[in-house]
Each structure stands twice: as structure tokens, then as C-alpha cells.
């Protein structure tokens, strides 16, 4: 695989890097005019340790170099006055940032010849009047404006603004009563979040969940409401002020909580993208492993899993084992006609024909290329099912399954983790929230101390499974009137409905679970969502709400039925559509989307998962509708059991910004 620069603040070259789709989410980044250099200048990129995530997540340091950058520079850092040279400063807007942005200018040498500063949101006035204050500043700008460039882009359907700790923040302990941290952590997500809209030229018609229907009550249930309040005031304020904004309900923005669908964070998600962050413990998408160089020795190797790699985009919304067989076929084929891999192969039973010498030169280069990504992900796919089988874990998701749709007890799990005594706690913690999430009320003193006797449940992983209260989940059976204290509503029977169909092509015993934002982009597409359920924070008219309802109606998700229970094996599908070929990738960024359908962004406070956002890409494709999805981090199981744990523990955690 071709190696790139990713971007760095020190210019060295650092994992092998991609090169984010410029469509979806991705297209925003006014990269190439705003931001960057025209071409024939070299200029020096400063930026702070906020807008390196923002940049770098849309563009690597190949990308930013071809525009003219010839150094990226740390604004936090000392660094080495270049006069002959223009500077682009992208910053976040920061009283400390516009100090040292004037420092910069200060003194008997400038830093640079010139100034350009974009910001990465509108800035307050204190920073404006700092700028102000500043004549050298001043006299040597020649660029002054905000970016409204405050996310980080996922892939080119998702995004997140960066917020990892706002599930501890805005539901951990204390949130009842407020804090300094919790207002400053809302304004902080709505500002991001506001940005995102700008960069589109969005001005949604802005949705929440509402509190009725959270099974929380006090500031927690309020949380989404707040949220969107505050972006609704942010691209009010903007209204006129940014080119190409578009008029109000020119698009949807619905606002949701991780409670929503505590499962989706927690339960096996069997595709293959979801599993390499799940079990290969990935950092930042890069894939760490070893190869063989030309002298036979091993080294280890780092590649950054995205969407300039073809291989990845056609296996990632794959079940692992489609994917296996995917990688197997893609082997063979490979073997059986490129020239250089057949003399390769046979290259210890006899002689290359001369003749064929020219066109094997010829597909070394391909050659080297397809097989270097053939290995990679048959290395990837080797590591995850040898993990599974070593921990079992088809045993695990299938059990997982079972519970979430019906088909299951407690007393399934006790005998399941009773059979295996290696079990690791993560997964028996995940096993654990799967049941009282979808079988609310039910833990009480006596399943406690079954559960802590028979399944060595110790009180760390119990507290962990009673902070889930903290989302809206209630674990704790009830006494008559105390549910009322808790909650405002009995919250619905968790126990989901199965959809058959939505796999059609491959539907393997562990493939069943649909997250619940699905029945969300349902409701939102026939039109059926409602305002007691997700309130706008200004509604429209009478009349255009009538006709959007009616342009969006349909009859149902295509392919979706409601059914109790499919039985299947690992090996062995039990639903048919006439194809025994797994479905071909229906993520492709380059679709063209319904005329009169309208953009649908969906944000998530606490988190967003992946098997929500491999749902996004399939929905935007069978839908024909632009579907976006945000939040303010990505959650793995592992991370997201981190959050849970912490929530009756956080402490005043301020901002970086």
C-alpha cells in the first residue's frame, strides 16, 4: 500500500495515510480556496491542537503540501521567525490563542510577513478586541474570518465535534445540579454541532428527543432539548451573515441521546469494520501488524484504515464471515490471473516463458499494490477469527442475540457464563447490560446476590450496571410510587422486534440486531415521527409541515418485516433472496439522492457506534436520502463501558476549549 503523510505539527511523516471523500461530510472543507494558499506562493500553516484534529481528519499532509504549505507549524510551541513567509493561522477563537497570535507581531522582528487568520467559529468580542488592541497585528493582516470549521470528520457520512467526555459531563454525577463544566460542555457541542449546518449551508428544521420519553427526569432529560436550543439560536444569529446559508427547513436535524439505544453501544456487532475497532483494539483507525521485508526479516507496520482503499470500502459493511469469504475468492482470483503472482506460485517448477517476461515487468507495480492490500486484510480478518474462537465469542453473540429479542433469560446467561470461567469481565458486563436494557425492572437484592454468587458478578461491574440509571435505563426493580421520583414515564418494554430482510443476502443467526436508530429514520422518512415524542425547537407552518409530510411518506423501509425469532448457525444462512453471494457494499459516497428529499443529519449526545453508522450508509443508499450522522464522539464497547463506569465518579472536567 502506497504510504502518505499524515498531518503532523512537527512536518515529519508519520502513519501511511488516506485521503478523506470529498462528498458527504467531507466536501464542507473549503480546503483548496479558503484555508490554503494560492498556487505558486509557500506559506506556513499554524495551527492549534484543536484545528490539527479538525484538518487532519479531512486532509493529510500530502494534500496541504501540494497547495503551497511548505511547514505546519505548532502555535503552543516556540517557534523560528520566517519574514520572507505569509502565515495561515487556523485557531480555534481563544483569548490565549489571540495572546499569542499577537506576540507573533510583537517585538522588533515579525514572525511572518503577513497574516491570515481563520477561525475555526465566530469569535467572542474579547478576542476581537485583543486583535484590535494589537496595531502591529493589525497593520500586517490581510485575511480575518472564521472557518465555522469545528468537527472532526469520521468517514463520508459521519462526523464528530470531539466532545469524548460528554456522556460523563452532561449525565454523570452531579449533572442534577448543575455545573460550570456541563453549561460549558452544551454550548461547546451546539457550536460544533452549528458548524457542521454552516459548512453544509444548512438551516435545519431542528428536532429532540424529548423528556417524556427519556425515563429520566431534571437537567439529564433535558439534555438533547438544551442542545438544540442552542444551535437553533447560533444559526439564527448567523442568518445573513454567511453566504449561501439556506432559508430555515431547508434540511432535518433530529437530536438524540446515547439512552436511546444503550444495546447498540454495548452488544457484538458482527461486521467487519465494527469488529476491527471492537477486537484489534485500533487507535485513530490505524491497524498496527508485521510483514516480511525483502531480506526476510519482520517489521512492524502501520496503516491507516479509510476510505482511499477500495478493499476496505467493499469488506467494512461485510458480517466477518462474508467478509472471510470475500477475501478468499479476491485471493484465488488474484493468483489465478496476474501474471506475477502465477510466477511466483510456479516459479519453483519450472521457467518464465520470455515471452511473458515483458508483461510480468509490466504488472509488477499492480502486482506489489493488490497484494499488499489482499495481506493486510487477510491478516485483519485472521487476527478477529482467531479471537473469536479463542474467547468463544460466537457463543457470546449469539446468547447476546437471543436476550435482546426475546429469546432468552437470565437464567440462559448464568448457565452460559457458568460454562466458561475464562470469560473475560468486558464481556460478561456487556452480556449483562444487553438483558437489563431490554428487560427493565428486574434487578433487585435477590438477582444481585444470585447474580454475584453464580457469575462472580463483583460490586464494580454491579455499580456499572446501575449507573445505566444515569441514561435513562431503569435497572432497579421499582416500589410502587418511586418509579415516579426516577422518571417521568414507565419506560416502554425494552425487548426489540426483529426486521428480516434488511440482510436479506446474508443473514447469519448473529446479523439479527438492528439498532434503534433505525425505527428514528423510519419514522422521519414516512413522516410518522411525532412532536410529543421529538419536539421542534420551532416549528413550521401549518402548511409546509403538511405538504413535507406528505412529499415524505412512504410505506416502509424497503425490506423490512417484523418477525419472533430466525434461527441460523455460523455456517449457514437461513434466509434467502435467491442469491447465495453476500450483498455488494451499498456505502458508496457517489449516489445520487431522490429529488425533493430532503437532507436528514442525525446527532447523538453521548456517543455514536458503529453499527449506527454503517445503518446510516445503507439507509441513505435504499432510501435515496442524504444521511448524515453525528455525535460527539465514537463509542466502541470498551470505551463506552469507560464512560458508564466513570459516570457516578466524574469530577469537574473543564475544556481544552
Not at 442469491?579 to 443529519?601: C, E, M, Q, T, Y
Request: glycine letters at 8%.
Amino acid at each position: 500500500m502506497g504510504t502518505r503523510k499524515h498531518l503532523s505539527l512537527n512536518g515529519q511523516q508519520s502513519s501511511p495515510g488516506h485521503q478523506r471523500s470529498k462528498t458527504g461530510v467531507t466536501r464542507c472543507y473549503p480546503v483548496s480556496g479558503e484555508i490554503l494558499c494560492k498556487e505558486g506562493e509557500w506559506r506556513v500553516l499554524v495551527l492549534d491542537p484543536f484545528a490539527v484534529k479538525v484538518i487532519s481528519s479531512a486532509v493529510t499532509m500530502s494534500d496541504i503540501m501540494d497547495l503551497g504549505v511548505s511547514l505546519v507549524e505548532d502555535l503552543k510551541k516556540k517557534r523560528e521567525p520566517l519574514p520572507k513567509l505569509e502565515a495561515i493561522y487556523f485557531v480555534a477563537p481563544t483569548l490565549d490563542n489571540a495572546k499569542m497570535l499577537c506576540q507573533d507581531f510583537e517585538g522588533k522582528t515579525k514572525h511572518y510577513k503577513a497574516a491570515h487568520v481563520f477561525f475555526t467559529s465566530m469569535p467572542p468580542a474579547s478576542v476581537m478586541q485583543k486583535i484590535k488592541g494589537c496595531k502591529k497585528l493589525v497593520s500586517s493582516l490581510r485575511t480575518l474570518q472564521d472557518a465555522n470549521l469545528e468537527f472532526e470528520v469520521v468517514d463520508s457520512r459521519t462526523f464528530v465535534t470531539g466532545n469524548a467526555e460528554a456522556l460523563g459531563l452532561l449525565y454523570g454525577e452531579g449533572t442534577e445540579e448543575g455545573s460550570s463544566s456541563t453549561d460549558r460542555e452544551i454550548k461547546a457541542v451546539a457550536r460544533r454541532l452549528a458548524t457542521l449546518c454552516l459548512s453544509l449551508g444548512e438551516f435545519p428544521y431542528v428536532r429532540f428527543r424529548s423528556p417524556h420519553g427519556s425515563g429520566l427526569a431534571g437537567l439529564r432529560a433535558h439534555v438533547p432539548g438544551r442542545i438544540a436550543s442552542a444551535v437553533h439560536e447560533v444559526l439564527s444569529d448567523m442568518t445573513g451573515k454567511v453566504d449561501q446559508l439556506a432559508g430555515q427547513g431547508s434540511s432535518d436535524l433530529v437530536i438524540l441521546d446515547r439512552g436511546i439505544d444503550p444495546v447498540a453501544a454495548v452488544i457484538h456487532e458482527w461486521t467487519y469494520e465494527a469488529m476491527c475497532h471492537d477486537l484489534l483494539d485500533m487507535r485513530n483507525n490505524v491497524y498496527t501488524y508485521e510483514v516480511e521485508t525483502n531480506s526476510g526479516k519482520m517489521e512492524e507496520k502501520e496503516v491507516i484504515l479509510g476510505e482511499n482503499d477500495p478493499l476496505w470500502l467493499e469488506l467494512r459493511h461485510l458480517h466477518i464471515a462474508d467478509a472471510s469469504l470475500r477475501l478468499n475468492e479476491k485471493m484465488a482470483q488474484f493468483s489465478g490471473t496476474n501474471k506475477a503472482a502465477k510466477a511466483r506460485r510456479n516459479g519453483n517448477d519450472g521457467v518464465i516463458d520470455t515471452k511473458d517476461l515483458k508483461g510480468l515487468v509490466q504488472s509488477l507495480p499492480e502486482y506489489r499494490d493488490q497484494l499488499s492490500r489482499l495481506a493486510l486484510h487477510i491478516d485483519i480478518a485472521t487476527a478477529i477469527n482467531a479471537k473469536v474462537r479463542k474467547e468463544r465469542l460466537d457463543e457470546i453473540g449469539t446468547l447476546e442475540q437471543d436476550v435482546v429479542h426475546g429469546d432468552a433469560t437470565s437464567k440462559d446467561i448464568v448457565s452460559l457464563i457458568q460454562s466458561m470461567p475464562t470469560i473475560g469481565s468486558s464481556d460478561k458486563l456487556r452480556l449483562l447490560m444487553c438483558y437489563v436494557s431490554t428487560h427493565q425492572e428486574r434487578l433487585d437484592n435477590a438477582r444481585r446476590q444470585l447474580w454475584s454468587k453464580a457469575m462472580q458478578v463483583s460490586s464494580e461491574e454491579m455499580g456499572c450496571l446501575q449507573n445505566l440509571e444515569c441514561l435513562g435505563v431503569a435497572v432497579s426493580k421499582r416500589e410502587t410510587g418511586e418509579r415516579m421520583k426516577f422518571s417521568l414515564r414507565k419506560p416502554k418494554k425494552g425487548v426489540r422486534r426483529e426486521k428480516i430482510g434488511a440482510e436479506s443476502a446474508s443473514s447469519w443467526q448473529l446479523f439479527r440486531f438492528v439498532p434503534m436508530l433505525s425505527d428514528v429514520i423510519e419514522e422521519v422518512e414516512k413522516g410518522t415521527i411525532t412532536s410529543e415524542e421529538y419536539p421542534y425547537v420551532q416549528a413550521p407552518s401549518t402548511s409546509r409541515s403538511g405538504a413535507r409530510n406528505h412529499d415524505q411518506r412512504s410505506s416502509s423501509l424497503p425490506g423490512f418485516s417484523s418477525a419472533r425469532s430466525v434461527r441460523s448457525t455460523w455456517t449457514k444462512r437461513t434466509i434467502s433472496s435467491g442469491d447465495d453471494k453476500a450483498p455488494a457494499d451499498v456505502s458508496n459516497p457517489h449516489f445520487n439522492p431522490v429529488v425533493g428529499k430532503r437532507r436528514l443529519i442525525i446527532f447523538i449526545v453521548g456517543g455514536a457506534t458503529y453499527s449506527e453508522m454503517r445503518l446510516v450508509h445503507k439507509l441513505s443508499q435504499s432510501l435515496g436520502r442524504e444521511i448524515i450522522l453525528g455525535s460527539t464522539s465514537m463509542v466502541t464497547p470498551s470505551t463506552f463501558l469507560q464512560h458508564v463506569h466513570s459516570l457516578t465518579e466524574m469530577e469537574d472536567v473543564s475544556l481544552s476549549f
